[in-house]
């Protein structure tokens, strides 16, 4: 590290969990962030201020003025810009260290190649199609996936590593079998969402993904963290393998 880079992470590096080493590790770490809405924001501004050296975006939406309520790392003059071209701009000015690559939607077609550049995948989007297409590449690369959702007041996280344990961890199909009927899927479009409540979810969710690449602390692996924004609560609750199911029950 430079002088400049270790001013930067010094905090980091008093922690003895942390370290130089650690940092070390943050810096040589490669780590693909899908969505960069409400949810991506914070991922994003915590991965790029710990010092993560390359961040992948994948976003094909432009920024709108209903989006500046939650997605923090957009100003009102990125109104009508892509999404991408935003973040790189936003993540330069807080770390110009990091090295930003922007990428399409995530589809069947494309997302094995991508997820294979990294060493860990993060999600925070609203499209299911986009998350089973994650789920299966990062199955078949053997890549942690870490999964945050929102919806009004409360929100999700999980963190999936089937292959570690083939028929005892979950993935994220054995939580989600089959895309649910329209009709009762939470949309905030439609329904609406505290702002603070993405910047709760997604700020745990760049907590998750450093822990992963530091190898400290407990993994969600295997449990479910529901975040109750107006009963003010955490609960957490055990996921288990579906021996049924489509992704990976082959591989139990």
């Known amino acids: 590290m430079t002088p400049e880079e270790r001013e930067r992470y010094a905090r980091h590096i ?5 370290g130089g080493q650690g940092q070390q590790k943050l810096i040589a770490a490669r780590v693909l962030v899908v969505g960069a809405g409400g949810l991506g924001s914070p991922i994003l501004s915590y991965l790029a201020a710990a010092g993560v050296g390359t961040i992948g975006i994948s976003d094909s939406d432009v920024v709108s003025l209903s989006n500046l309520q939650r997605q923090t790392l957009f100003r009102s003059e990125d109104v009508g810009r892509e999404k991408t071209g935003a973040a790189q701009e936003a993540i330069a000015r807080l770390n110009p260290h990091v090295n930003v690559i922007a990428h399409p939607r995530m589809t069947d077609e494309n997302a094995a190649g991508v997820v294979a550049d990294y060493d860990l995948i993060v999600e925070g989007v609203d499209n299911f199609a986009a998350r089973y297409a994650l789920n299966r590449a990062c199955l078949s690369a053997k890549k942690p996936l870490v999964s945050a959702a929102v919806g009004r007041f409360e929100g999700q996280l999980a963190t999936f590593k089937p292959y570690e344990k083939p028929g005892a961890l979950p993935c994220y199909r054995c939580l989600v079998p089959e ?4 009709d ?3 949309n905030c479009a439609e329904e609406g969402v505290l702002g603070a409540v993405t910047g ?4 745990l969710a760049a907590m998750e993904v450093l822990k992963e690449l530091l190898g400290v602390g407990d993994s969600l692996a295997g449990r479910l963290m529901i975040y109750d924004g107006l009963g003010a609560s955490f609960r957490t609750v055990r996921l288990n393998a579906d021996p ?4 990976c029950g082959a591989h139990g």
């Open 14 to 18: 008093l922690l003895r969990e942390v």
């Open 179 to 182: 895309e649910p009927p329209r």
């Open 200 to 203: 709760v979810m997604g700020t």
């Open 184 to 186: 009762e899927q939470v």
């Open 244 to 247: 049924a199911c489509a992704d």
